[in-house]
């Protein structure tokens, strides 16, 4: 049972727009920065979307990310097949003096 | 270029000890706050153990805590994890990772570089 929630799978056909929510509480999300992460099979992790809603260098304006209040969402249009990976939320806990991760997201495009 | 090397994973039984090492290229590392997470096999993402840039600052999941210690060395760019009293449960691949903050209330920001990760399996 991971502390932020997010939904096991999602899917979208090519080029149509995918949201994956993560949702916490005010220990957690409400009072610290989100990242995102893109894992695609058998590699490491990567850095999608730092402090809420900034990208890397190098990641395309494809993937955004919001929070609003507990909660809070990756956004990629234009779904490409490469797009294909788990997603990862992540953010301090400031009760469990922990980091905390959502547990992950399955993009499939259909 | 950035560059993270994890080493040290292996298959080791219940109750025995193993050192992580990463290694670290590529940028200032005495100025990165260093990180562990872990996957186990066809599961999400955990976090293990931070340590601030000068080692003034640890922190572990309550899972590990008493278990795992975390260091570094900054003239070596290294990063260990000395694993102790190990369980089945601790099987999963081990990824270093750099983070930006560290302080005595938080100790993320974000992992913005990753190592490609090393095995631990543990079971007799």
């Known amino acids: 049972q991971s502390v932020l929630t997010q939904p096991p799978s999602v899917s979208a056909a090519p080029g149509q727009k995918v949201t994956i929510s993560c949702s916490g509480s005010s220990s957690n999300i409400g009072n610290n920065y989100v990242s995102w992460y893109q894992q695609l099979p058998g590699t490491a992790p990567k850095l999608l979307i730092y402090d809420n809603n900034k990208r890397p260098s190098g990641i395309p304006d494809r993937f955004s990310g919001s929070k609003s209040g507990t909660s809070a969402t990756l956004g990629i249009t234009g779904l490409q097949t490469g797009d294909e990976a788990d997603y990862y939320c992540?953010?301090?806990?400031?009760?469990?003096?922990?980091?905390?991760f959502g547990g992950g997201t399955k993009v499939t495009v259909l | 270029e950035v560059q993270l090397v994890d080493s040290g994973g292996g298959l080791v039984k219940p109750g025995g000890s193993l050192r992580l090492s990463c290694a670290a290229s590529?940028?200032?590392?005495?100025?990165?706050?260093m990180t562990w997470v872990r996957q186990a096999p066809g599961k999400g993402l955990k976090w293990v153990s931070s340590i601030s840039s000068s080692s003034y600052y640890i922190y572990y999941a309550d899972s590990v805590k008493g278990r795992f210690t975390i260091s570094r060395d900054n003239a070596k760019n290294s990063l260990f994890l000395q694993m102790n009293s190990l369980r089945a449960e601790d099987t999963a691949v081990y990824y270093c990772a750099t983070d930006r903050y560290c302080s005595s209330t938080s100790c993320f920001d974000y992992f913005d570089y990753w190592g490609q990760g090393t095995l631990v399996t543990v079971s007799s």
């Open positions: 992540g953010t301090w806990d400031s009760s469990l003096s922990a980091v905390v």
């Open positions: 590529g940028f200032t590392f005495s100025d990165y706050t």
